[in-house]
């Protein structure tokens, strides 16, 4: 009976059954889902939206009809634009609508925060992050202690991993020390897609004197969040990925209320109080509020596609969204283990397993992963290659079905039993 019921939920017929109970199924139709490819890359890059296409018309529209006057004339007057986005995006981070901005790039916001949070005193002087970070946050972290005529060497500190894939809550902690300043940390580690306890870290820093801040691009848009309930103090993540703003997309941050006084780290024009801000005085009086963060001019048409995707969030809601995302990657994690686990597969998951220690994606390692991948490509499915034997699969909730992720499994079942993969190189592409 059990031996039924198991073979039964590996079937493609299963599935699709799947598939009609989901009633997040019709928000695919609003996407461009390219004919013949299984996209399971949108923690890279989120796929266009019908909503998303719209928006950016729009603004082209009225650049083109409106000229200068778009700014407050615009149907979504340019001049409150990112303000704007910026409430759309409080609720799916669960931020005060104020608390968040739409604003320059990633790693511009974290260099922004880090301006204006990291303030070395004494013995507290130390940068705490991860050996598994993404390395662009490193290299920030590394230039703020520079810029403060510290080293590296001495005052980052990394906390170690223990089987190189995930952290433990309790390492981390245990490096709060009364030497660190601020704490830099991912809320899902964009190699294995381990969730962070982000709320446990944020008491613990707090408990011991440190500020701390999360990045969330591997999180925003996939996995509901509680910032200001938290106490968190500061937050910053990229729109390409989960929320599908397009490619180089303006990016966002948070900073929790209880910072409003803080003078941003780099300030601008564009951070002076909105209704004041066209007086050109030469005496900064920053805005209340996340949108004081701003420096310059905002990129409007990097900010357009944004407007028509989170009205697709808005309709899906989070919570919705975290249902299926997590059905989605314990259904691709279940028929990896049933079909693909031993010989000669031999596939692994270097995911953790509990729902709340996962964020959208699953990394599924093998050490002919780089060839797997190629192949993968090839018959159409889009994944990616994360060095050293990592093949991420996103199954994004609002575009990704059940059936496409059982599909995804027979390819890398049919690659292995045809050896397809060994006509491929091992090299990788230059952008994986
Ligand atoms: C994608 C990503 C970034 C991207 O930074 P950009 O400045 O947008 O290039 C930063 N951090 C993490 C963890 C990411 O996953």
Partial sequence: MEQEL????????????????????????????????????????????????????????????????????????????????????????????????????????????????????????????????????????????????????????????????????????????????VAVLPSVLYRSGQLLNLSLLTYAAHERGVIIGFDLSHSAGVVPHKLHAWDVDFAFWCNYKYLNGGPGAVASLFVHQKHFDRLPGLAGWWGYRKDRQFDLCLQFEPAVGAGAWQAGTPHILSLAPLAGSLKIFQEAGMERLRAKSLALTSYLMYLIDALLSGPPYNYSIGTPREPERRGGHVAVEHEEAVRINAALKRRGVIPDFRPPNIIRLAPVPLYVSFHDVWQVVQHLKEIIETKEYEKFPRERDTVA
């Fill in 6 to 181: 198991a073979t039964q939920f590996l079937t493609e017929e299963f599935a699709r059954e799947l598939d009609r109970t989901d009633e997040l199924a019709h928000f695919r139709d609003r996407f461009y889902v390219m004919p013949g490819v299984i996209y399971m890359d949108g923690n890279s890059l989120g796929l266009l939206s019908r909503d998303a296409e719209e928006a950016l018309l729009n603004v082209l529209n009225d650049w083109k009809t409106l000229g200068i006057d778009g700014w407050t004339r615009a149907k979504s007057p340019w001049f409150y634009l990112a303000e704007e986005l910026g409430r759309a995006e409080a609720s799916l981070v669960g931020a005060q609508p104020d608390e968040v901005i739409v604003t320059a790039s990633t790693t511009l916001n974290l260099h922004n925060l880090l301006a204006a949070f990291y303030r070395p005193q004494g013995r507290r002087r130390k940068i705490l992050a991860d050996e598994l970070n993404f390395p662009s946050d490193k290299y920030a972290l590394e230039s703020h202690l520079r810029l403060h005529g510290l080293d590296p060497e001495e005052d980052l500190i990394l906390v170690r991993s223990r089987d190189g894939r995930t952290l433990e809550e309790k390492d981390i902690i245990a490096e709060l020390t009364d030497e660190v300043a």
